[in-house]
């Protein structure tokens, strides 16, 4: 039904000591008469976001739709980049982030007033069909509206899990880091698990990490080459840069 490719690679770590790293996935589908993004990253991703758009002819007007799954900031900052989408996002996650206070968290404040009164903005519950084929399901947890979009009419079928399962770790030990509910978290994961088990061949796209399919064991396996790293100036000449390797222990 539609055309996935990930145009940017979530990572599965944490900042040291300058807060959240916030590398994200950002997934595009074309199928159905529509252009969509699922999630679209924060600040920090914009030229990579860019670029990966223009490598597949895509404009920014072009964009139809973008699924959110979550407010956070590294998943919804750049939605109002798309004029001619159509947000959705899970009711309960807007009502949750309106309500809450200014603090130092996860949400954008500003971006959150932004969602909340834009026209363009669709507030979705569990078992809608925001776009032909892709279903809602509740993943509270990391949130309390986290949502997780189920592709199930593709061959094979999709499961964008964004942050209710962020990486391969949370999965395989159904345990989360960063939650705000550990036991919704687990009995998020404990469905995406059934969801994930129930077609073989089926796609997870997580929130932060590399797509994966289930291999003959019924072990997580990535699919595809994890593309990570940083350059950085220690030399007094700025010519010089050290490369580090991000994409292995």
Known sequence: MYRLDVLVQGYPGKSVCHGALGWSTIAL??????VALVDVGSFNIRLELAKQLAARDVKREDVTDILLTHAHW???????LFPN???WIGAAEMAWAEAEPWDFNALPE???RELAASPRT?????????LPGIHVIAAPGHTPGCLVYYLAGSSP??????????NRAEMLSRQADMTMDAAASESSMAGIWSLWQAVPGTLLVPGHDLTMQLDADGRPEYCGQR???????FSEDLAVTAEFDLTAP
């Open 157 to 166: 079928p999709v499961i964008f899990s964004g942050d209710a399962a962020k």
């Open 122 to 130: 669709r507030r979705i519950v569990a078992g809608d069909e925001p």
């Open 110 to 112: 500003l971006h959150v």
């Open 74 to 80: 590294d998943h919804s900052v750049n939605a109002p």
């Open 85 to 87: 989408a159509t947000v």
């Open 29 to 34: 589908l074309r199928g159905q008469g529509r």
């Open 227 to 233: 593309q990570a790293g940083i350059w950085s100036w």
